[in-house]
């Protein structure tokens, strides 16, 4: 099953359309978590965007409770980096992890830049998605 889901922050314009398989949906909310837990907590507005994406994607109460296990365990960017089957999931796996935390701390952006380099991602691509949406650099 393929879903189709846009991401944008604070609700503009989508810059990404995550046409991702259900299967991905999991590897995506592991690299939301991931990165918002990097600098040692998962703050609310964290909280919040992990959420809405996982509401916005249709979530079952099973979702959620994965979600709230994955918590607990947070996932590192070169454990996630070994689920990614395809470019396009790479390209997915950091958006999430960008929105999810904005790149808002020392150790979202440390955790972002563990993950481009584990992902491949070219730096331009990168660098291009963090001044689309606004935010810092890794």
Known sequence: QTCALPISPLDEAPAIVLGFHAADAALIVRAMIGAAAADGT???????RI??????????????????????H???????????????????????ALLATEAAT?????????LAGALDLDP????GLHASWGDPPP
Request: net charge negative.
């Open 106 to 114: 020392s150790g979202s952006r440390a955790f972002l830049r563990q």
């Open 74 to 96: 947070p996932a590192q960017a070169e454990e996630l980096a070994r689920g990614v089957s395809s470019r396009e999931t790479a390209t997915e796996i950091y958006a999430a």
């Open 124 to 127: 331009q691509f990168i660098a």
């Open 51 to 72: 959420l809405a994406w996982l509401g916005n994607a249709g979530g079952t109460p099973a979702d959620f409770a994965y979600m709230r296990e994955q918590m607990a």
């Open 42 to 48: 998962i703050d609310t507005g964290e909280n919040r």
